[in-house]
């Protein structure tokens, strides 16, 4: 099961820095690639607003 990146994101890009396979693309809100995601929480563990959450 992989994560989704929910409105509560502000695109600081901790998210992104963090994921082991570059699943995560930036935007106005980042989209994590539910095909590209290893469900590892990397995004989970960085953001500090707690937006990636397991679908």
């Known amino acids: 099961m992989a994560y989704k ?3 509560a994101c502000i695109a600081c890009g901790a998210c ?3 994921c082991p396979v570059d699943a995560i ?3 106005d ?3 994590i690639d539910p095909e590209v ?3 590892c ?3 989970a563990d960085n953001c500090p607003v707690e ?3 397991k679908v």
């Open 16 to 18: 992104k820095d963090g």
């Open 37 to 39: 995601c290893i469900d």
């Open 51 to 53: 937006a990636p959450q």
């Open 29 to 31: 809100i980042y989209v």
């Open 41 to 43: 929480g990397a995004c």
């Open 25 to 27: 693309s930036e935007g």
């Open 5 to 7: 990146i929910t409105d």
